[in-house]
């Protein structure tokens, strides 16, 4: 996998968030008694890890997983060595876990959220940093994107993969695996768990299925999803949040984005989009419990309404 070839023989899909590119080195980690693997796409701005579970098996840790775990690490880091900054900050975007804020506000660091993609990461930052409100120290997307330090104004899998190896090394010194780490993260701040959907619209009125969509949820403000009530609707493209029981109107600080989101009575959060790119609606499902299995039941039942939204 190190020989340059831009077909890429030796992946079905060279892209960190798919399992089926981490095969060729699943079986040389196996072989080597690896503790974890790392991979980035051609490109190096992204990148995913396997890491080995209580059996033994290697095991793929979502983006918002990753991203949760280098930011408590590096806090943890930061305050073990005297290195905090005054007025810390995280960035995370509007369709990442809520984990994170979590993370961050517990340790006493500020949280802000941008929109998707790491333009809007990086030009927070630089805001925040010029106008003296806050040093951040990490910025991520569950899209596998991290941004570390003042070294690049993107997402990189380079310091990344750096930081992750030296988190992995010290949890070794620990007796800990990163798989224990994570389950120790969800038993320190809670369970959270997330789904991505893509709902695929092709074919020349795709476009214009994808617009009704949204157009009809912003014309009939959803009362509830799957069978929980909708507590309020926030459109961001003209920033305003609707108190679903009152109709009460108040103004977010983002706004001039194509998207809608639900904060529901169970605590969870559901977010539609359409893609910028593709003829998709993606609906993002962020939800969290006292258990795993809370939060995957809570997944489940949204993502049966959200594939409702194609028929």
Known sequence: ?????????????????????????????????????????????????????????????????????????????????GKMPEKPVALKTIVTTEMARKVAEDNGLQCYDTFTGFKFLAEKKDKLEKAGEGKVIFAYEESYGYMLGDYVRDKDAVTAALALTEMAAWYAGQGMTLYDALRKCYEKYGYYGEKT??????????????????????????????????????????????????????????SGSNVLRYEMSDGTSVIVRPSGTEPKVKVYILANGASKAECDEKVAKYTAWAESLKK
């Open 197 to 254: 959907l893509n709902l695929v619209m092709p074919g020349l009125d795709g476009l214009k299925k994808m617009a009704d969509l949204m157009a009809g949820l912003r014309r009939n403000p959803p009362a509830e999803l799957a069978g929980v009530k909708t507590l309020q609707w926030k459109d961001y493209q003209d920033g305003s949040v609707v108190d679903a029981a009152t109709g009460a109107k108040s103004a977010m600080e983002l």
């Open 1 to 81: 996998q190190m020989v340059i070839d831009g077909n890429f023989p030796t992946v079905v899909s060279p892209n960190p968030e798919n399992p089926e590119g981490f095969y060729l080195a699943v079986d040389l980690a196996k072989k080597e008694g690896a503790d974890f693997i790392l991979g980035s796409d051609p490109d190096a701005d992204r990148v995913g890890i396997m890491v080995k579970n209580d059996q033994g098996e290697y095991v793929t840790i979502t983006g918002n997983q990753t991203g949760v775990l280098l930011l408590d690490y590096l806090i943890g880091a930061k305050q073990r060595t």
